[in-house]
Every structure is written in structure tokens, then in C-alpha cells.
T-cell receptor
């Protein structure tokens, strides 16, 4: 089992550019979560999907952030336009059920300059 | 202006000693709890979980204790090793379809 796969591992972009983060959950898991981790705020849930449907996006900071899950094996988190305050590590996690333990990916470290 | 970072509490232990990491939770309806370990540069990794119908669960070198009366969760690590140095998070959920809520994290530092 390859685990949750995220790409890219690192992303450096200029302010105003569009950024797309990608996630492949564990096969068979039906819940997928996007988290953001910063020193200021710790680990924050941005959005989660159940069976490819967004269930709770209350953590999405603003309209510049959007997430999609077109199928059970792929999800994207997009920031457009990016700002320096978006710099953080973004984690994707998946689970068999929203109520069970999550498996996290290795994260994408985003730096917006 | 200068930003203020999230200063995680730190527990420093001597290699070989036992470690106890504590977590207080606030939701009395929480029925499932998990401890995660996060090493530098990696994502949080599942360590052990416990349901509210239990008060103790043991794994390999780790034990989780749950006291529902005072809403307290602890992680005990036996014979702490340098590889145990990491940030530890407790997480809770309340109800079958609810999501996990993570605590702020505690840094465990193991002295050689």
C-alpha cells in the first residue's frame, strides 16, 4: 500500500499565481480531508469529502481556495490568486469512514513569495 | 510587525525513561480518540486509538488511558527512545459521521 500520495512535495510560487495541490487517497477509502498546518494556527481542517462529495468546507479560508474530487482516486486543492499568507504545509488525509482514523500524506510545503 | 508563533508545550525526558503525554478534551460527547505522532518534515502518523467504552488500551510500547469523568486522555510511552522525539497530537470525534478534531500538539524531546 503506497499510502496517501501528495504532489508536489514543495512548491514555491509568486504572489498572484495559481497553485494546484494534488492528492491520491488510499484505494478503498471513501473520505478525504485537506488540512493546512502553520506555526500560527496549528493543524486546520479546510474541507472534507465523503464519497467524492464535499461535506464540510467551513474551514476554507476564502473564495481564493477551492477543492474538487472528480473521482474516488484524486483530489485537488487550488489557490487562485495565491498570497504570502497562504504559505504553509498542506496535508491530505483519507480514511475508510469519516469517523475512523485518518492516514495522512507527506504534505506539500507551499511558499508564496 | 513580528508574528507570534504557536508555542507548543514541550516535554523533555531522558532516554530510557517512561513518557506521559497528556491531553484534555472539551466535548463530553466525544466517543473516539486517537493519538498521532508527527516527525519533522512528515505528516501525522497514527499511533493508537481508543473508544469511549474503554479506559485503557495497549500497543507496542504505548498505552492510552481515557478518563471520561474529567475528560482526560494520556499517552504513555515505555522506555522512550530518541526516535520518539516528535510532536504528538490527540484527536477526538463525537458521533458516527463527525470529523476528527485535533488538539494543538505537544513536543516530546528525548535527551540522550
Amino acid at each position: 500500500d503506497a499510502g496517501v500520495i501528495q504532489s508536489p512535495r514543495h512548491e514555491v510560487t509568486e504572489m498572484g499565481q495559481e497553485v494546484t495541490l494534488r492528492c491520491k487517497p488510499i484505494s478503498g477509502h471513501n473520505s478525504l480531508f485537506w488540512y493546512r498546518q502553520t506555526m500560527m494556527r496549528g493543524l486546520e481542517l479546510l474541507i472534507y469529502f465523503n464519497n467524492n462529495v464535499p461535506i464540510d468546507d467551513s474551514g476554507m479560508p476564502e473564495d481564493r481556495f477551492s477543492a474538487k474530487m472528480p473521482n474516488a482516486s484524486f483530489s485537488t486543492l487550488k489557490i487562485q490568486p495565491s498570497e504570502p499568507r497562504d504559505s504553509a504545509v498542506y496535508f491530505c488525509a483519507s480514511s475508510l469512514d469519516a469517523g475512523l482514523a485518518y492516514t495522512f500524506g507527506s504534505g506539500t510545503r507551499l511558499t508564496v513569495v | 510587525g513580528e508574528s507570534v508563533g504557536l508555542h507548543l508545550p514541550t516535554l523533555s525526558v531522558q532516554e530510557g525513561d517512561n513518557s506521559i503525554i497528556n491531553c484534555a478534551y472539551s466535548n463530553s460527547a466525544s466517543d473516539y480518540f486517537i493519538w498521532y505522532k508527527q516527525e519533522s518534515g512528515k505528516g501525522p502518523q497514527f499511533i493508537i486509538d481508543i473508544r469511549s467504552n474503554m479506559d485503557k488500551r495497549q500497543g507496542q510500547r504505548v498505552t492510552v488511558l481515557l478518563n471520561k469523568t474529567v475528560k482526560h486522555l494520556s499517552l504513555q510511552i515505555a522506555a522512550t527512545q530518541p526516535g520518539d522525539s516528535a510532536v504528538y497530537f490527540c484527536a477526538e470525534k463525537a458521533g458516527a459521521n463527525s470529523k476528527l478534531t485535533f488538539g494543538k500538539g505537544i513536543t516530546l524531546s528525548v535527551r540522550p
